[in-house]
């Protein structure tokens, strides 16, 4: 029976280590736990103290403050632009030669889109007048420069006035063109009055008035 016993607490001990085991795992496990919950605990009051301290702190806007823009800031700027006896000559240089060319743009480019045409068209005694739009007047150009001619548009007897604000200047002059049909040719004259009115900055035509006696064969 002792024998018995003997046996029975060498058992005992020998089985003693698995619980050690056991234990020793459970105690393993539950550090480790621990030290998860605390870095976690710790990542959290790092995270929060963060926002805390964001939350607290003086804010210092990482922006440039808004502006509120008055209307002469929002509008672009623009150019004290001054008409000369100069520039006017260029100008109207310019739309010679587009006249020459047939150039309907050419001329277009160079009158506002507000602008007043007036026509007038003599034929002996009488004398017709119409009223035209921009868009009129580039159907009556293009009918026109459709006509065959000689490509020898002169203009002549130039006569530039400036306003005293040289924002604006009335320019009259006449023109002469050679024409061809069939096999005859005839010379037309005109006369032309133009405003140019300073627009955004650029020299425009703001009022065109022609006159047309008629041919002078």
Same mark, same amino acid.
């Given at each position: ?5 003997? !046996?029975? #607490? ?6 003693? @280590?698995?619980? +050690? ?8 496990? +539950? /550090? ?15 995270? *929060? ?12 806007? %990482? &922006? ?9 800031? /929002?509008? @672009?700027?623009? @150019? ?6 100069? !520039?006017? #000559? ?5 739309? $010679? ?7 309907? #743009? ?7 889109? $507000? ?20 868009? $009129?007047?580039?159907? %009556?150009?293009?009918?026109? +420069?459709?006509?065959? &001619? ?6 002549? *007897? ?24 069939? *096999?005859?040719?005839?010379? %037309?004259? !005109? ?24 041919? &002078?064969?």
């Amino acid at each position: 029976m002792v024998a018995t016993k003997q !046996g029975t #607490d060498e058992r005992t001990e020998k089985r003693a @280590p698995p619980r +050690f085991s056991m234990v020793k795992a459970l105690v393993i496990l +539950f /550090v480790l736990g621990t030290t998860v919950a605390i870095g976690y605990a710790g990542y959290a009051i790092f995270k *929060n103290q963060s926002l805390v301290t964001k939350f607290l702190a003086p804010h210092v806007p %990482t &922006s440039q403050p808004s502006v509120i823009l008055t209307d002469s800031q /929002v509008k @672009p700027f623009q @150019p004290d632009v001054r008409l000369t006896r100069e !520039g006017i #000559d260029h100008l109207l240089d310019a739309l $010679d030669e587009a006249v020459r060319r047939k150039d309907v #743009d050419g001329v277009l480019r160079h009158i506002a889109h $507000d602008v007043t045409i007036t026509i007038h068209l003599k034929q002996g005694p009488q004398q017709q007048m119409a009223m035209l739009t921009r868009e $009129d007047y580039r159907k %009556t150009l293009a009918m026109s +420069f459709a006509f065959p &001619s000689a490509h020898d548009f002169t203009r002549t *007897n130039t006569s530039v006035s400036l306003a005293v604000d040289e924002r604006s200047a009335k320019v009259s002059f006449k023109s002469t063109e050679t024409l061809r049909q069939a *096999n005859r040719e005839f010379k %037309t004259e !005109g006369e032309e009055t133009l405003v140019f009115t300073i627009r955004d900055g650029k020299p425009m035509i703001t009022s065109l008035e022609q006159t047309f006696p008629g041919d &002078s064969t």
